[in-house]
């Protein structure tokens, strides 16, 4: 039986599901994504383009002071529009880099919780065995003493026969005790 929650280790197997899934794939998405941002910044461009071209083109039909100003203007406007335009793709790829940080970080630590947990479990199995190890080694200590014991003492310890014996006598002495003393008086034996 496992000590981590069975919602953590669900999310911890979807997780490395994923993963393998992403990285099967993930040569392959880079490039579609590539080709689709490359042909997103290709039509601005172009678009870009065509608006220089047609203001170039209405220059010289304006003799007006006031058009021309207002084209000159607009020409301005055009070159800060295709800096914004680079700027807003470089903060988009920032900002998607960023989305999938946190998407990231969020995986990270539910794969964290889960090695701390597979630590921790790790840790107290390892400090059962060690206790187990531990009472093995006492249990063996005990019994070579015990066996040294043994063979340096034998006539302290009663023989085995001589235990039966007493052990016998002991449960008859209690046994008559326990019979009641009329009966004995009755069967003959309490004369």
């Not at 023989?159 to 009329?182: C, N, Y």
């Amino acid at each position: 039986p496992t000590s981590h929650p069975p919602t953590l280790q669900a999310a911890f197997a979807h997780l490395a599901l994923a993963f393998r899934c992403d990285m099967f794939t993930l040569r392959q998405r880079v490039q579609v994504e590539k080709r689709a941002r490359d042909a997103a910044e290709e039509n601005i461009q172009e678009e870009l383009g065509q608006c220089r071209a047609a203001l170039e083109r209405l220059g010289p039909s304006c003799s007006d002071v006031g058009y021309k100003e207002m084209l000159e203007q607009l020409q301005r406007s055009l070159t800060v529009l295709a800096a914004a335009v680079e700027r807003a793709t470089s903060a988009a790829e920032k900002l998607g880099a960023v989305h999938q940080e946190a998407r990231m970080s969020r995986a990270a630590e539910v794969m964290v919780q889960h090695v701390e947990n597979l630590k921790r479990h790790h840790m107290r199995e390892h400090a059962e065995l060690e206790e187990m190890k531990r009472l093995i080694q006492q249990n063996s200590r005990n019994r070579q003493l015990a066996e040294t014991q043994d063979d340096t003492e034998p006539r302290l310890r009663p023989h085995p026969l001589m235990r039966t014996f007493q052990q016998g006598s002991a449960r008859r002495r209690v046994s008559i005790a326990v019979i009641p003393k009329q009966l004995l008086v009755r069967t003959g034996v309490w004369g």
